[in-house]
């Protein structure tokens, strides 16, 4: 899905020594309310309920990083500014453990928000990592005592932050540009994430080890999931741009082999 150099380091990661001005630790307060039963033999359905606050989550100050502070020299405490938050969801898993067959389902919905002080008037917009929507279904069954055949299907829907995430990094920071039609994060919705993966595997113990092997086909219907979107001006010197979509890694066959001693 992505051939640049983020593939293989996809983020990096800055230390900064600890000085005045730098702010209170980040504090998180969480409250949730979860239910379990297992009605009958095999069977369990599980639901939870929650609530978090967050304060003084550290971020990069971009406006500060590309302005720079006074005199050119930015320190650290002028690099980092303290976000706060909040979130609620619910969820719930109802699974079946039989002798031959295994399945799962379920399904989560979320709304978490997130303050920046320097960026989008300082009003909440959607927190990056949320997902509003989201649901699983699995199945294992075992067609003879050592080979099993799986299922898998899973589907997320709501994503906002659907340009790259540079976009709203830098693209705004000097002056707003309503011609790219960036608008805030929460102004764009991606479509649904859906993907739907099958395998096999064999489980044996030759000459007394552990052996697992097993062949997936992922994303088997080949479905193009739009990871974000990019602009493409449509004329040199043009204020008309268009969304280009990048997507997904498509249909991905994989082998996975296991020996334990």
């Known amino acids: 899905a992505n051939p640049g150099p983020s593939a293989l380091v996809p983020f990096l990661r800055f230390w900064l020594p600890h000085e005045r001005g730098l702010g209170a630790p980040p504090l998180a307060r969480h409250l949730a309310w979860e239910v379990a039963t297992a009605p009958r033999d095999g069977w369990e359905f599980r639901t939870e309920v929650y609530a978090r606050s967050t304060r003084d989550l550290p971020v990069v100050d971009l406006p500060a990083v590309v302005n720079g502070g006074a005199g050119g020299e930015v320190g650290p405490a002028e690099l980092v500014e303290a976000t706060r938050g909040s979130a609620v969801g619910a969820g719930f898993r109802l699974q079946r453990w039989g002798d031959r067959v295994h399945a799962e389902v379920g399904h989560d919905v979320s709304r978490a928000r997130r303050t920046f002080p320097s960026r ?18 699995r199945l294992e069954a075992y067609v003879h005592p050592e080979v099993s055949v799986r299922f898998r299907g ?17 693209l705004t920071v000097h002056e707003d540009r309503p011609e790219l039609g960036v608008g805030r994060p929460g102004d764009w919705t991606l479509p649904a994430l859906l993907e739907m993966d099958v395998g096999v595997s064999w489980r044996g113990t030759p000459a007394g080890m552990a052996l697992e092997i097993s062949a997936d086909a992922l994303n088997v219907l080949n479905r193009r999931n739009v990871l974000d979107y990019g602009l493409l001006r449509l004329t040199d010197g043009s204020h008309d741009y268009v969304r280009v979509p990048r997507y997904l890694s498509g249909f991905t066959p994989t082998l996975t082999i296991r020996a334990s001693f």
């Open 120 to 137: 989008f008037g300082g009003q909440a917009v959607p927190d990056p990592s949320d997902t509003p929507h989201r649901s699983l279904l």
């Open 154 to 170: 899973s589907g997320t829907w709501g994503r906002t932050w659907a340009f790259r995430r540079a976009y709203y990094d830098l």
